[in-house]
């Protein structure tokens, strides 16, 4: 019988992708490991491997769809002796997918929520059911992905009303879009009571974001182009929203001086030994004062184990290791690879990891298990001369470091105006699991580590 292939879920957090690219064509024989297309997530490009063998039968989902669900049917392979006609004809049904196309899309087409504010009722014909036609009986449990019912829940479209065309019939994002163009169905729970003033229903309807149509209105026309968001912008949003308005932050800040730690650097690529490239001799490797400060955050959490720690609502976890992730700017965006036990590896270690990191998070050839997870951050925009600045801590992280610039400032010592290198950093801290006391200590601990660089080698 025919074997369907299924858009799979290349990380825990992702419900589509884009189909960049087939490997193989209709009629190409396949063998289990045998990679087949390319898969675009929100922050990388990863190859799909075949797990049967076979034939490709129907090329399902053509190159370059946009925003195909994850366990949609993409292709269709025949069986070891099976006609490959008859399998393309008898394989299953195609899930939906979006099969936006950014570069010829109309505008409006990006911004499907620019009527939500319509009051009217969305007609019998519309995407929107009643229950009992979508399945879901009064008192029986709706089943819709997290995105779709926070979407639902902002837009106060009542989700179990929602015809579902996700796996198993599961409310997806693009059902409640399709609910939201066509009006929506308030829920009856939250309709105000009769006689009740309607201002203050007003006063109790949540403050909602302008839509597209309404900013667009304040500009004029022509002034201005419309760039689609693409997988990477959308999933940073999203995150920062949620970092933002579900995690209290509290901000620390102190300054380090660098001077003993830039001396030590200059010693430690000066003795770096020299392995033969194409291109000549080149050093080994060469630190940064970012690998050192990657260092001094792993070290000050394993000082102080408390502060390793990320908030759940049932408990505390407490890590055992210091997994330091490191914001790394790409073309449209911000991703964060992470260095795995940075407490244990040598500083030169760290080095080559993150050169090799970086490069390959610039050409969005990361694996999921390489930026997911982690037990803190480090972000620094010193190189562009910033002085001090907070950062938005990254979930399920409860810390995340600013680090500013290194810069010469006027110091006091024993009573005395001293010159000194001086480097201002700032720790985020996720209050709900490291409060104002334990993040200083946690802070004061890498102040340590940074003026006594020494201690990073021992």
């Known amino acids: 019988m025919p074997i369907n292939i299924t858009m799979p879920a290349l990380s825990p957090t992702m419900e589509e992708g884009n189909l960049s690219k087939w490997l193989v064509k209709e009629g190409d024989k396949v063998s289990p490991g045998d990679v087949i297309a390319e898969i675009e997530t929100d922050k990388a490009t ?60 109309a505008p409006k087409a990006e911004a499907p929520r620019a009527e939500a504010p319509k009051a009217e009722p969305a007609p019998a014909s519309k995407a ?49 879009d399709a609910a939201i163009a066509g009006g929506g169905v308030k829920p009856a729970a939250k309709a105000a009571p009769a006689g009740a003033p309607a201002a203050a229903a007003a006063a109790a309807a949540p403050v909602k974001a302008m839509s597209d149509e309404q900013v667009l209105k304040l500009f004029e026309q022509g002034s201005y182009e419309l760039v689609p968001h693409d997988n990477m912008r959308k999933t940073i949003a999203r995150r920062l929203v949620e970092a933002k308005t579900t995690i209290p932050h509290f901000y620390l800040t102190l300054d380090c ?53 990320s908030w759940t609502e049932s408990a505390m976890v407490k890590h055992k290791h210091a997994d330091v992730g490191v914001a790394v700017s790409i073309p449209g965006g911000l991703i964060t690879p992470i260095i795995r036990k940075a407490d244990e590896k040598t500083l030169s ?69 001293k010159i000194a290198t001086v480097m201002s950093v700032t720790l985020s801290t996720d209050h709900r699991a490291v409060d104002g006391a334990l993040g200083a200590e946690l802070l004061v601990a890498f102040k340590r580590l940074i003026e006594n660089p020494m201690g990073m080698l021992v």
Not at 56 to 85: M, Q, R, S, Y
Not at 266 to 286: F, H, L, M, R, S
Not at 381 to 409: C, Q, S, W, Y
């Open 349 to 417: 270690t760290i080095s080559t990891e993150m050169k090799d990191l970086a490069s390959r998070a610039r050409s969005r050839k990361l694996k999921p298990e390489e930026y997911q997870g982690g037990t803190t951050a480090v972000s620094n925009l010193g190189m562009f001369g910033i002085k001090d600045f907070a950062a938005v801590i990254n979930p399920p992280h409860a810390t995340i470091l600013a680090v500013g610039a290194g810069e010469e400032r006027a110091v006091v010592k024993n009573g005395e105006i």
């Open 128 to 176: 929107v059911a009643a229950p009992a036609a979508n399945g879901h009986a009064s008192g029986e449990r709706t089943f819709a992905s997290p995105l779709a019912r926070r979407i639902a829940s902002e837009a106060g479209v009542d989700v179990s009303a929602v015809t579902g065309t996700g796996p198993h019939g599961r409310v997806v994002k693009a059902d409640v």
């Open 257 to 309: 001086e660098l001077d003993a730690l830039l001396a030590l650097r200059t010693q430690i690529n000066a003795a770096a030994p020299v392995k033969k490239t194409e291109k000549g001799d080149v050093p080994a490797y060469k630190l940064s004062v970012n690998d050192m400060v990657i260092k001094a955050m792993a070290l000050a959490l394993k000082a102080v184990p408390d502060a390793n720690a």
């Open 46 to 105: 990863m190859e799909v491997e075949a797990v049967d063998e076979g034939t490709v039968a129907k090329l399902v989902v053509p190159a370059g769809t946009e925003g195909v669900k994850v366990n949609a049917l993409i292709a269709v392979l025949a069986a070891e002796g099976e006609d490959a006609g008859a399998a393309a004809n008898s394989g299953g049904a195609a899930a939906p997918a979006k099969a936006e196309a950014p570069k010829t899309e």
